[in-house]
């Protein structure tokens, strides 16, 4: 089993970048694809980005496409979430997640393991 804990969210201003890291815990670590997934208040988990830690697969949700970017760093065991251009909607709490098999996963209930999250406020 691994765990996931992640951090570098914040308060910030329509337009500022926040990178998130998500960092890997567990021998079985390489097993697991890795997802960002958000919450706003009010409203259901949604996909974000995900990756492979092979980076053969990637994928992201479309509104936010071309503004964020996910990475991962094998050696640190970290996942990050580069988030540029940010606008009031991303306002949520942001969960790392990992399925096991690695699958390109958008349903957050095909997640196996979940962090804690991490808030991200962005003000007009």
């Known amino acids: 089993q691994v765990q996931l804990a992640e951090s570098g969210g914040g308060l910030v201003q329509a337009g500022d970048s926040l990178r998130l890291a998500c960092v890997v815990s567990?021998?079985?670590?390489?097993?697991?694809?890795m997802g960002w997934f958000r919450q706003a208040p009010g409203k259901e988990r949604e996909f974000v980005a995900f990756v492979s830690w092979s980076e053969d697969n990637m994928r992201y949700a479309d509104s936010v496409k071309g503004r964020f970017t996910i990475s991962r760093d094998i050696d640190e065991r970290t996942v990050y979430l580069q988030m540029n251009s940010l606008k009031p909607e991303d306002t949520a709490v942001y969960y790392c997640?990992?399925?096991?098999?690695?699958?390109?996963?958008?349903?957050?209930?095909?997640?196996?393991?979940w962090g804690r999250g991490t808030q991200v406020t962005v003000s007009p």
């Open positions: 567990g021998r079985t670590y390489r097993a697991y694809g």
């Open positions: 997640a990992g399925n096991w098999g690695s699958r390109i996963e958008v349903r957050h209930t095909m997640y196996d393991v």
